[in-house]
């Protein structure tokens, strides 16, 4: 048979400033780029595999998991396929099908797949609605109480640390306190927060965190990352009675090449750019200030901004669209000629956008580049 050309050429990161908030947390550095190369090849991290993906010591991956479970404050680590695997996994182990579970009203849609596909039922604890869309923790107390009441107990609560829509922070120190106080055993989802601000489960006496390696961790994934309490080990990291060095909720082996190989190589860049997350708030919040000038552009969520996605609504970019000959899609193409990438086509009621990791310099151009585009049509 004959292929057609895939088509798989990229450029964007190198010729463009890309905005996108799901992208700027798994930019590869230089090492791990030299690991995708290096271990591109298929079961490359099994050359010395004695049967445990997580006991493998060249690479080194123990060490490496030592480490990460030291990084997050956490006893047990191990890789899985994403965020989302790490929570199927946990609720898959800590529920039975048919079980409630309390989730916050801001949570990701893949929190909700991964309850459906373990047969769970949803409680939600709704966000504030306009225009801060918080999670308030005292109502979150009080349906975890309702739901002790009615169901008799309740084998898991989740709380998005921030969430995708608003980059809204949860205090996970409270919410730890708060299923720790009524015996619920707690699940933070840090896909957007670890690998770019501390994250600290023992403090927090939360009992599972999850994380995703391609959104937050500089690796080029698919990978995730679960961390758990010493007392969940047995439920979650069960063996196979059949293989007995297998452990059945991952599978076996989670995560065996290029995907760990970088989150790997990127470890060391990672902890260091944690350290630096209050200056990458502070230049967020002098860039939402800087659009916020901007008659007709104001953020949402929570303010002033404490993550480094953002979103706007955008009137002012939905009346020039009305008039535009290139109707919704001039504030794209517009910024597009001036090399900056990563908003949706064709959008203007609103946008989400992050400047992660970008330098001052980088992003004082895209704001001025929006309010550029704003002032040139605006009449
Ligand atoms: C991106 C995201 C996910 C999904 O992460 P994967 O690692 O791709 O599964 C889950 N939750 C939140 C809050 C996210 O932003």
């Not at 309390?102 to 991964?114: K, R, S």
């Not at 230049?283 to 104001?298: A, C, Y």
Request: proline letters at 4%.
């Amino acid at each position: 048979m004959e292929c057609q050309n895939y088509n798989i050429t990229r450029g964007v990161e190198r010729e463009n400033l890309n905005l996108n908030p799901l992208q700027r947390g798994g930019i590869l550095p230089r090492e791990a780029r030299e690991a995708l190369y290096e271990f591109g090849d298929g079961y490359s991290v099994c050359d010395y595999c004695a049967g445990r993906l997580d006991e493998i010591a060249k690479p080194s991956i123990n060490s490496f998991l030592d480490d990460l479970a030291t990084f997050l404050h956490v006893d047990h680590v191990r890789t899985v396929h994403g965020a989302r695997e790490g929570k199927f996994a946990v609720m898959y182990a800590m529920c039975e099908p048919g079980d409630p579970i309390v989730i916050d009203g801001n949570a990701h849609y893949t929190t909700h797949l991964a309850a459906e596909r373990a047969g769970l039922e949803i409680i939600e604890v709704p966000n504030s609605g306009e225009k801060e869309f918080k999670i308030d923790l005292n109502k979150y107390q009080e349906t975890l109480e309702l739901a002790i009441d009615k169901y008799g107990e309740i084998k898991l609560a989740l709380l998005t640390h921030v969430d995708g829509n608003y980059g809204n922070l949860s205090n996970a120190k409270e919410f730890g306190e708060i299923c720790s106080d009524l015996n619920v055993p707690s699940i933070l989802n840090c896909a957007y927060s670890m690998g770019r601000l501390p994250i600290d489960g023992n403090d927090w006496n939360i009992d599972f965190v999850v994380g995703s390696g391609h959104k937050s961790m500089a690796a080029s994934g698919p990978i995730g990352v679960l961390g758990m309490k010493d007392e969940w080990a047995e439920t979650v990291l069960k063996r196979s009675p059949r293989h007995v060095k297998k452990e059945v909720e991952m599978l076996g082996c989670t995560s065996r090449g290029a995907p760990i190989a970088t989150l790997m190589a990127s470890l060391p860049h990672v902890i260091e750019r944690v350290n630096n997350w209050e200056n990458e708030v502070e230049l967020t919040q002098e860039f939402v200030s800087k659009l916020e000038k901007i008659d007709g552009i104001e953020q949402l969520g929570t303010k002033p901004s404490e993550h480094d996605l953002v979103r706007f609504d955008t009137p002012i970019l939905h009346e020039i669209s009305k008039n535009h000959p290139r109707k919704g899609f001039f504030f794209y193409e517009d910024l597009k000629k001036r090399k900056i990438v990563g908003i949706k086509r064709g959008q203007t009621e609103w946008f989400k956008c992050s400047t992660y990791g970008m330098s001052k310099e980088q992003r004082d151009y895209v704001a001025n580049s929006i309010l550029e585009i704003v002032e040139k049509f605006a009449n």
